[in-house]
């Protein structure tokens, strides 16, 4: 029989739906461009959004983008083991840290999902353009936005927001 501690421990793991619903969606949405349109095409869709497929062989920004090969790498071994930080940290949470739990399976969707990328391809797929007359954010997908998303919950985490109003007794 299971000890209740151990299981008790592993509780927020019930949360990795969440990150297996960003990885769906993200694959999923990645595939849809790739098979849709042609490299560089653009769609407009709103006065200041419209779908571009692209491809980023850096990270963020297309941060070392034109390093020669090397960051493909070096991006899937950093996702491969910044994933298995945050798949340990989630175990590890109390019951009460839900929006952390929150938090960090976004994180790890889309971490995961640009992994699938970086192994599969060599590159990630971005397709999302955000833009205002001549300038663009530079193009995202779903996992990015998971990242971000998760990112912004822990920093409202970090202030307080989801925390309980009673004070911890002792």
């Avoid at 019951?95 to 990328?117: C, P, Q, R």
């Avoid at 779903?142 to 989801?162: C, H, K, P, Q, R």
């Amino acid at each position: 029989m299971a000890n209740i501690d151990t299981m008790r421990d592993f509780g927020m793991l019930k949360w990795l739906w969440l990150s297996l619903l960003a990885v769906i969606l993200d694959q999923a949405s990645k595939l849809a461009i790739a098979g849709g349109m042609q490299l560089y095409q653009s769609i407009p869709v709103m006065p200041f959004f419209r779908l571009t497929y692209v491809h980023n062989t850096g990270a963020a920004f297309s941060f070392l983008s034109q390093a020669g090969g090397w960051q493909r790498w070096f991006f899937a071994g950093l996702a491969l083991v910044i994933s298995v930080g945050i798949a340990v940290w989630l175990a590890r949470l109390k019951k009460h840290e839900t929006l952390l739990a929150v938090a960090l399976a976004l994180v790890l969707g889309g971490a995961v999902g640009n992994l699938i990328d970086r192994l599969a391809y060599g590159y990630v797929i971005d397709f999302l353009d955000v833009y205002y007359e001549s300038w663009h954010w530079p193009a995202f997908n779903i996992a990015d936005s998971a990242i971000t998303l998760g990112v912004m919950l822990m920093l409202a985490e970090s202030f307080g927001l989801g925390q309980s109003k009673q004070p911890d007794s002792m």
